[in-house]
Each structure stands twice: as structure tokens, then as C-alpha cells.
Nanobody, 116 residues
Framework: QVQLIESGGGLVQAGGSLRLSCAAS????????MGWFRQAPGKQREMVAL???????NAVDSVKGRFTISRDGTKNTVLLQMNSLKPEDTAVYYC??????????WGQGTQVTVSA
């Protein structure tokens, strides 16, 4: 069974940094895409940043220049370095992974809270 194990959320003051990590277990194929979505209270889930199996990255405009997504070598692991955090970054962050074959999987979510 495929599982996405997240770590790294927490509470930080505005301007601070956090790093999120997501490791996939239970699958041997390299991913097509992995990354992070987030959902703030009362808002829809939105894509934050994705990295493809080939290394191409994409991010929502609001985090460009502050967040960096990367993969850990050839492992099914991705990292999200979040710098210059703002209160509006507060949300539950969900790891996302897509494999072919295999399908789409989600992590359980990790809370990121940025205080003003």
C-alpha cells in the first residue's frame, strides 16, 4: 500500500522558514509528479508547488521567489523549503504524488501556522 509520509510543519513567525518533507513508501516506480497542495480554513485546496519526474518545477505565483521544491536524488521524496513566510501561508499542507502505473495519492496533511 502506498503511503505519503509528511514531516516539517509547525508554528513560525512571519519572515521565518520551514522545510516540509514528503517520502513515499510502498511503491518502487519513480513518480510522474510529486509536490504540495494547501488548504486554508474556508478556502479551496490549491496547488503550491510540483516537481515532475524529469525535474521540472511549477509553483503558484504567490510563493514564487520564497518557496523552493526539490526532489531527494532518485528517491520518491520531495522537499519544500519555505522562506519569508507570511500569515497568509497558514494552511494545512498536503503532499501529493502521481505514479503511472499506480495512481494518485495524498498525505494526511501537516499544519503550517505563520504568526504576524
Amino acid at each position: 500500500q502506498v503511503q505519503l509520509i509528511e514531516s516539517g510543519g509547525g508554528l513560525v513567525q512571519a519572515g521565518g522558514s520551514l522545510r516540509l518533507s514528503c517520502a513515499a513508501s510502498g511503491i518502487i516506480f519513480n513518480f510522474n509528479a510529486m509536490g504540495w497542495f494547501r488548504q486554508a480554513p474556508g478556502k479551496q485546496r490549491e496547488m503550491v508547488a510540483l516537481v515532475s519526474g524529469g525535474g521540472a518545477t511549477n509553483a503558484v505565483d504567490s510563493v514564487k521567489g520564497r518557496f523552493t521544491i526539490s526532489r531527494d536524488g532518485t528517491k520518491n521524496t520531495v522537499l519544500l523549503q519555505m522562506n519569508s513566510l507570511k500569515p497568509e501561508d497558514t494552511a494545512v499542507y498536503y503532499c501529493y504524488g502521481q505514479w503511472n502505473p499506480g495512481g494518485v495519492y495524498w498525505g494526511q496533511g501537516t499544519q503550517v501556522t505563520v504568526s504576524a
